[in-house]
């Protein structure tokens, strides 16, 4: 009996207060009782994680494992610390019986007796509901509490300030932190008054040796950029200064459209939220100086000049130090290039180190990568063989067929061999000890059909996922590949932004981390990243995870034609004349 269990708690305080390890306690015991060994590696939990979202990395280790048929039973406690939607359990228990995991709930015992998953139901609406009604009036009691200020909007006090360690959220207690208010001074003097920029204040601060508010030697420009930002230096406390919204953008190719569903959005300052008054740092006529300049700043920063076109802007990594590259055009050639940030001089003092990478030329590498786009839409037959050769699908559909049939007639011959046994016992041709010797040699036989036939299941049921998969991407590529010939630049970006997540570039070869819909929703539907080593993506570039087990490397490594010539001068690439 291969088994595995599940534990989750919802908060970090839960986890704390070793609600966890009871639960880890109390289904080793159900285990051990039953004497079925139990792997460390089948151990999955997740701690401080609402069981309201399937975005769980204990719950999706389970579901890959249970995916690839080698689980039999699954232990779980009760049904809400698998999920608190009604909708989610049903999903999740389909999922994992279909794959022939068994689940299983210790203090809840359930069975397909029409009763019983009538109160499952009735149990997941129930949790449904109670979480919603705590969510509820937690929000309505922190904002009464916001309002009449009795609750700071933050945990973690702003730098320059420090709270009372006794009373953490009253805003009483907040005081100034006279060296670090002295910094925050600086920052807005520099970049008001002497016209610094934020780079430039980063390096100021390393060169005072004044350390980061998260202790650290180096200072980055996003902590900066905060720091000038932060209206709570003039005074006065805010709280609601952002809302929750539809994302509009992907963070990964890996996600769908739309997905994450919630992005962070500014508020107007009219229904901001004054929670408290406490010492100033900066005077409000120098904060709206500030915010000017980081608002003109903006508006001409490169990633929204748009006079040149970069077809692969924000997707290439360098492959040497596996940093992001830039996308820039140099003087007074006028050439553009991908350029490896780990040549910038604040990345390279944080590191330590130059990277020696080439300047990358942009329309060459742009050409090969459309290119390869192109033949991989008009040729889905390679993400298909990617998909049948990673998901180990090795045998036809009547072939797993043909070994279905010969399964289940070998176990129709063991059944038929004990009921002949018994009635030779029953008739007294057989002793006691031999009727039970040789009826448990037929039992373990059958047995051991019965797990080759549970195998041979989830391998039919991810050669159906496989071909649902191929469908999808063929049906994709099928709508898409018109008109690729004369796809304007535009189109050509949507298209790029749509179906690549990394260009990785390492010396002379380049290599292409396609992400690829799969189902039959298309573009709004999931998407595979087609990898087996995903995790191993460049540094600093954020990637979701796959929401399929079907993972393979399409584009192979490829040598970009005139990049990384021997004849060219380290530091510096140039296509051909």
């Not at 008054?193 to 030697?217: F, I, Y």
Request: charged share 30%; hydrophobic share 35%; proline share 6%.
């Amino acid at each position: 009996m291969r088994v595995a269990i599940y534990v989750r708690v919802s908060t970090q305080r839960q986890a704390q207060t070793q609600t966890i390890d009871q639960q880890l306690e109390r289904l080793k015991r159900v285990a051990a009782d039953r004497q079925w060994a139990l792997p460390d590696d089948h151990v999955f939990r997740d701690d401080g994680y609402s069981g309201a979202s399937l975005r769980r990395p204990g719950l999706d280790k389970l579901r890959d494992l249970a995916a690839l048929a080698k689980l039999d039973r699954i232990l779980i406690t009760d049904p809400d610390r698998l999920a608190r939607n009604y909708v989610h359990q049903v999903l999740l228990m389909e999922e994992l019986q279909r794959h022939g995991a068994q689940v299983e709930f210790a203090d809840r015992p359930l069975s397909n007796d029409p009763q019983d998953q009538l109160l499952l139901q009735i149990r997941g609406a129930v949790a449904e509901y109670e979480r919603t009604l705590i969510a509820e009036r937690t929000r309505r009691g922190r904002l009464h509490k916001l309002q009449t200020g009795q609750m700071l909007p933050w945990t973690r006090p702003p730098y320059g300030y420090r709270a009372d360690p006794d009373r953490p959220r009253d805003p009483a207690g907040v005081r100034t932190d006279p060296t670090e208010a002295t910094v925050v001074a600086d920052l807005f003097r520099w970049f008001a008054d002497d016209g610094r920029s934020l780079m430039a204040a980063t390096q100021r601060l390393r060169e005072q040796g004044v350390r980061s508010p998260g202790g650290k030697e180096y200072w980055g420009q996003p902590s900066v950029r905060g720091i000038l930002s932060n209206p709570t230096y003039t005074g006065t406390i805010y709280a609601n200064r952002t809302r929750v919204r539809p994302a509009r953008i992907r963070r990964s190719a890996t996600h769908p459209i739309g997905r994450p569903r919630d992005s962070q959005a500014p508020v107007p300052p009219d229904q901001w939220i004054a929670v408290a008054t406490i010492p100033a740092l900066v005077t409000r006529e120098l904060f709206d100086r500030v915010q000017a300049r980081i608002a003109a700043n903006r508006a001409q920063s490169r990633r929204n000049n748009t006079t040149t076109q970069y077809l692969l802007r924000a997707l290439v990594s360098c492959g040497s130090c596996r940093l992001a590259c830039s996308a820039r055009r140099t003087t007074p050639t006028g050439r553009t290039y991908y350029i490896c940030t780990g040549k910038n001089l604040q990345v390279r003092q944080r590191l330590s180190c130059y990277c020696s990478s080439k300047f990358i030329p942009a329309g060459t590498l742009d050409e090969l990568v459309w290119a390869d786009l192109v033949d991989l839409l008009q040729h889905p037959d390679r993400v298909a063989r990617a998909l049948r050769r990673a998901s180990g699908e090795g045998a036809l559909p009547q072939e797993l067929q043909a070994r279905r049939e010969n399964l289940r007639r070998g176990r129709s011959s063991l059944t038929r061999q004990i009921e002949r046994l018994t009635e030779a016992y029953l008739s007294e041709v057989l002793t006691l000890g031999e009727y039970q010797r040789r009826r448990g040699e037929l039992e373990r036989r059958d047995e051991t059909l019965a797990k080759q036939e549970q195998a041979l299941a989830g391998e039919t049921s991810r050669a159906v996922e496989v071909g649902h998969a191929v469908g999808g991407a063929e049906a994709f590529a099928k709508r898409v590949r018109a008109g690729l010939g004369t796809a304007t630049f535009e189109r050509k970006r949507q298209l790029v932004e749509l179906l690549i997540d990394r260009v990785v570039v390492a010396g002379d070869n380049v290599e292409i981390r396609y992400a690829f819909p799969i189902g039959p929703a298309g573009e709004s539907g999931r998407f595979c990243h087609l990898r087996i080593d995903y995790l191993g993506r460049p540094g600093g570039v954020r990637a979701g995870r796959g929401e399929v087990p079907i993972e393979h490397v399409v584009g192979d490594r490829q040598a970009v034609p005139g990049v990384g010539r021997a004849d060219e001068p380290a530091g510096c690439l140039r296509p051909d004349a």
